[in-house]
């Protein structure tokens, strides 16, 4: 379930959401009966929370979704990529604090090239 902020994507609207977004965009790949998976939603929840304008956020349910996830390489869940342009920028798989979450989405962010 998505929470604030957080956009549940499909395999239909992937590429429209995801790859077509101006913004920088973290995707959890994720299932109901992945332990970890809930362990790490309130954190997505909360990044999309403070990011909310800076950082699109959305959800994959890879039980429901096939395709996105193999066209990923998507093995082990929860798997959280962060796109910039259309591309894979970085990824973390399994679950991991939200310092580490945030770390990476601000990473992300700092490569974002300034419009004038």
């Known amino acids: 379930m998505a929470g604030l902020g957080v956009l549940e994507v499909n ?3 992937f590429d429209q959401e995801v790859l ?3 913004l920088p965009v973290l995707v959890d790949f ?3 009966w992945c332990g970890p998976c809930k362990a790490i939603a ?3 929840d909360s990044v999309a929370t403070a990011y909310a304008g800076k950082l699109k956020v959305a959800k ?3 039980d429901q979704n096939g ?3 193999s066209r990923y390489g998507i093995r082990g869940i929860p798997a959280l990529l962060f796109f910039k ?3 894979v920028a970085d990824q973390i798989i399994g679950y991991v604090p939200q310092d580490v979450v945030e770390d990476k989405v601000q990473r992300l962010l700092a490569q974002v090239p300034q419009t004038a």
């Open 67 to 69: 395709a996105t996830p």
């Open 11 to 13: 395999d239909a609207n």
């Open 60 to 62: 994959v349910n890879v």
């Open 30 to 32: 994720w299932a109901v």
């Open 85 to 87: 342009g259309g591309k």
């Open 42 to 44: 309130p954190i997505v």
């Open 20 to 22: 077509g977004s101006d």
